[in-house]
């Protein structure tokens, strides 16, 4: 073995470390966004030249001359400043001041960080804490841990050697190597002996994702990656390997061009890669996943091999995650693993990865393994083993555990997928009967489901605020956003949990009529405060928002007077959204969110009131100014003022009020 050559195009590597190139994390969190960073250059550009026009404007010789010729180009200036503020505004009003790429994958770690903060603390129990959160957004298989807590409690997992307290080959134990290779030829129906040698074994198939990349790519360098897929390949993309993933978008709808929904094929990883291309992006590889997590699709045999003919064709590599392999729970739909092929294209750039975690339900092992033909990639990866490596005693527990045939295909097996099939038939019975679409598949723990209904406007900011309100309901899911979804509505939901948890009678005898009783309760509330302001407001029975129309309250009614009654309810410590963030045509409608705390809106409906008072009373006052001065100037006006002089205010309307 040349241990000397690069295992992305078989030529000797550089002698640099891509640790090297590593960030702390916080300084990458704290980022702002690109899209962000480019507008606001931009703006500072334009300022500072519309700056120096200002100061070289008097020096010019003829200034009637000069302001006639600058006047249009102030304005065009004016115009381009108005318009990049805006994007700004937009920018940041959307959450963008750091990556959405970053911030938003985070979701569905919350069991781990953010909402999970509270989760761990206040973690649903049957016995001890029946309101706790119940999380239905975690990649866990809880249904087997009776099982797997007796088999890993035997006396052959008891056992302690000198060599397992000591450092291991960074690639993993030679005997955990040769029982993962036999595992694998065993259930991938390979058709040849898998061989040790090809075998790395790191601390979760996360972390031989993050690696690969790292070894198959440099920083900048772009992989395609169909969406939705796991987040937590984004996370480590970027902070990690400082890599680019390219997403291939499968989309629900079909179309002329797009016929297959939710489908892989070819020609989208194609046209992908020509448009990646057109970019200036250098693709070194493209990331599969089998089954798909999220979706719970399973390759056959011929959409992989097209898949890795494409890869061929172009030169890439090929990232394979089998994770959720033995997780399907239908004979009708058989895995077919690529390691069952009996001639791969291009073997040598192909790398499949496997774990516990899915499989077994044992994510607490922390265990990935690699299989790849590369020596070069299985050498270079197994070196961050140093880094990502696995206790000696664990790596003795999990090669116990796959060397157990008998009871991994007459116990745990069987019964895993009798369990799944039982929890699955369940909780799609119940989205039927809540008429809540989702997309049926035979394998995963998960099932993708379909919320677009309760979304007014079926937007991620509204996909945002359902996953706020399941929070605020102690139920956690993972919002389709953080899994690169392009089409906002669809979460994930994890459906391989305890039965007892998974009795969401919960979701349609508690949440959703409590939910569908506050928000009409609310609703009223708001819509009588208005008519009994003789306020005009548009509600169409669904959503969190109600429009309100304060056109009356605008002179004259244009988006400038909008702004400053937007100014009047901030003096009045009251947040309401202007019509024109929302590119809204007309000026005076505001967006008036309903779904608060009662005492709260009470609160707002008072300052709400108030300022509108306000402006009310600054208008009479203005107009009788107005009518003040007029009267004065006025020569008719003062002759007949000593007799008629309340009549100068007659005329002052205030009828719209």
């Known amino acids: ?125 049957e016995d001890k804490n029946t309101s706790g959160f119940i999380n239905l957004g975690l990649s866990e298989n809880k249904l087997c841990i009776d099982l797997l807590t007796e088999r890993l409690s035997q006396s052959d997992m008891n056992y302690i050697d000198g060599d397992l307290l000591q450092y291991p080959d960074w690639r993993g134990h030679a005997f955990l190597r040769e029982e993962v290779a036999r595992f694998l030829t065993y259930y991938c129906k390979a058709p040849d002996l898998l061989v040790p040698e090809n075998v790395v074994v790191l601390n979760s198939s996360l972390s031989v994702f993050l690696t690969l990349t790292m070894v198959l790519g440099d920083p900048g360098d772009a992989f395609l990656i169909p969406t939705p897929f796991y987040s937590g390949f984004t996370l480590t993309a970027r902070l990690y390997s400082k890599v680019e993933l390219i997403h291939v978008h499968l989309q629900r709808k079909s179309t002329e061009a797009d016929t297959q929904p939710f489908q892989l094929i070819v020609d989208k990883l194609e046209k992908a890669l020509l448009e990646a291309k057109f970019k200036g992006k250098k693709v070194r590889g493209l990331v599969l996943f089998n089954p798909n997590n999220s979706l719970g699709d399973i390759g056959s045999l011929d959409s992989l091999m097209e898949y890795l003919e494409f890869a061929k064709r172009h030169n890439l590599h090929v990232i394979i995650d089998e994770t959720s392999m033995l997780s399907e729970f239908r004979a009708s739909i058989p895995f077919h693993s690529v390691l069952n092929m009996k001639s791969l294209p291009d073997p040598n750039r192909t790398h499949v990865i496997w774990g516990n975690s899915k499989s077994f339900g044992i994510s607490g092992f922390r265990f990935g393994t690699l299989y790849t033909h590369n020596k070069e990639v299985v050498s270079a990866v197994g070196a961050f083993g140093f880094l990502h490596g696995i206790s000696g005693i664990t790596q003795h527990k999990l090669c116990r555990l796959l060397q157990d045939r008998e009871w991994i295909d007459n116990v745990y097996l069987p019964t895993n997928r009798s369990r799944m099939q039982e929890a699955h038939r369940y909780i799609t019975n119940r989205l039927k009967t809540l008429k809540i679409p989702f997309l049926n598949r035979g394998s995963g723990l998960y099932i993708w489901v379909n919320l677009k209904e309760y979304l007014d406007p079926c937007t991620f900011e509204e996909e945002q605020l359902l996953y706020r309100r399941f929070l605020d309901n102690k139920l956690l899911l993972a919002p389709g956003k953080a899994y690169m979804c392009k089409e906002p509505g669809w979460f994930r939901l994890t459906f391989t949990d305890n039965p007892l948890r998974l009795k969401v009678e919960w979701i349609d005898n508690v949440y959703l009529p409590t939910n569908r009783s506050r928000m009409q309760e609310a609703h009223r509330y708001i819509t009588n405060k208005l008519k009994t302001m003789k306020v005009p407001f548009l509600s169409h029975g669904s959503g969190l928002y109600i429009w309100v129309n304060l056109k009356e309250y605008l002179d004259p009614c244009t988006f400038e007077e909008e702004q400053l009654l937007y100014r009047r309810f901030l003096d009045n410590k009251l947040l309401l959204a202007p019509g024109k963030a929302y590119m809204c045509k007309e000026p005076g409608w505001f967006r008036l969110t309903f779904t608060d705390n009662p005492l709260r809106l009470k609160v707002a409906m008072q300052r709400f009131s108030e300022a509108l008072t306000d402006k009310k009373q600054n208008w009479i006052e203005k107009q009788l100014e107005d009518a003040l001065v007029e009267s004065v100037s006025s020569p008719s006006t003062r002759r007949s003022s000593s007799s008629s002089s309340s009549s100068s205010f007659v005329n002052v309307d205030t009828s719209h009020f």
Do not use: F, W
Request: charged share 25%; with cysteine.
């Open 1 to 125: 073995m040349s241990g000397n050559r690069d295992p992305r195009s078989g030529q000797p590597p550089k002698a640099k470390t891509k640790c090297q190139n590593v960030s702390h994390q916080s300084d990458t969190l704290h980022r702002p966004h690109p899209r962000v960073m480019e507008v606001i250059l931009r703006l500072r550009k334009i300022i500072n030249e519309y700056i120096l026009q200002l100061e070289s404007r008097h020096q010019q010789e003829d200034l009637e001359q000069e302001k006639q010729r600058h006047s249009q180009n102030i304005r065009d200036q004016e115009a381009i400043l108005v318009h990049l503020m805006c994007e700004v505004v937009n920018l940041l009003h959307s959450g963008a001041s750091s990556s959405l790429e970053l911030q938003l994958p985070r979701l569905s770690l919350d069991s781990k960080g953010g909402a999970g903060g509270a989760y761990q603390g206040d973690k649903y129990h």
